[in-house]
């Protein structure tokens, strides 16, 4: 998963204009964001064909409040520069919860 510090309008238009690209808002002192990250890599795994980017969100803050990321972790999930699907709010979220969110997306 590639991390990105500091998101902007310019770098999400460009990371989410090709294929199925799923974004995770967090942030390092976030316990339920500390809770998923040892599922992660199986995610990815499982959902192969998609591109997975990790941002943290109160560097990027300016374009959490302008997707309604208010509570974290939360995922947005792209198809060829289009929102598709969004798993966003501040409660604590399973691998399985995570895994059903994406596959509903297909």
Known sequence: ?????????????????????????????????RFLEPFMPAIEQDFADAKFYNVD???????AKKLNIMGIPSFVVYQDGQEI??????????????????RSLD
């Open 57 to 63: 969100r109160d560097e990027s803050i300016d374009i």
């Open 1 to 33: 998963m590639e991390q990105i510090k500091e998101l902007t309008d310019e770098k999400l238009a460009n990371i989410t204009q090709n294929g199925r690209v799923v974004v995770e808002f967090s942030a390092d002192w976030c316990p339920d964001c």
């Open 85 to 102: 699907g969004r798993l966003v709010n501040k409660d604590r979220k399973t691998k399985k919860e995570v895994e059903d969110f994406l």
